[in-house]
């Protein structure tokens, strides 16, 4: 005849009690513990000549010093034409034209670098004029006349004023002060290129 013992069956529960507990706990554990993965982190070169080379702005690269005489007529007529009179100025304009390059239109494709050779090429905007202006102070009027049957225009000295400015634009041009400008534009980029620490700067234009 089997013997039951009276403290058994709580026995029995304390121990099942405890295996459900270290199952539970097991499962929780492997449950909120993260499983190992594999990750890479890419860096992505800046274009850090790009930036240096655009903190340049604009690279005003050659100053042009005018002078231009102007000789503006206005010729009126009167009395049906039978009448001509004459209102002239005698404009000494005396000026500066500045060009450059605008480095700040630098696009990234417009910067490469080849790392195995620390050579680089830039591709800069063609270059321009940024500044066509009058020297006030040196600027004056040598005469102005007015005939006795004239009517005075007071416009004509501004309107003189606006051609000079327009012909020191273009005298500077035909002097060559785009390319002037554009031949000290690359100087200075390549040396500040060569101050990065590369070994060869190729310049090309738009």
Known sequence: MATT????????????ASVAASIA??????????????STTVVRPTPNVLRSVQELARLESVTFHMERVIDMHEEQDHAYGLVHAEDSILLVAVG??????DLAALRPGDVRVESATHA???????????????????????SRSTDL????????ESRARLEAERSITRGAL????????????????????HALGFSSVTILWR
């Open 5 to 16: 013992h009276p403290g058994y069956p709580v026995a029995l529960l304390i121990v099942v």
């Open 25 to 38: 706990t097991t499962r929780f554990a492997a449950w909120s513990t993260p499983t190992a993965s594999s």
């Open 96 to 101: 500066e034209v500045i060009a450059g390059v």
């Open 120 to 142: 680089v090429t830039l591709t800069l905007p063609a270059p321009e004029i940024f500044v066509a202006r009058l020297d006030n102070e040196h600027t004056h009027v040598h």
């Open 149 to 156: 049957l004239a009517r005075r225009t007071e416009a004509l």
């Open 174 to 193: 035909e002097s060559g002060i785009l390319e002037r400008a554009k031949t000290s534009a690359a100087q200075t980029v390549s040396s500040l290129v």
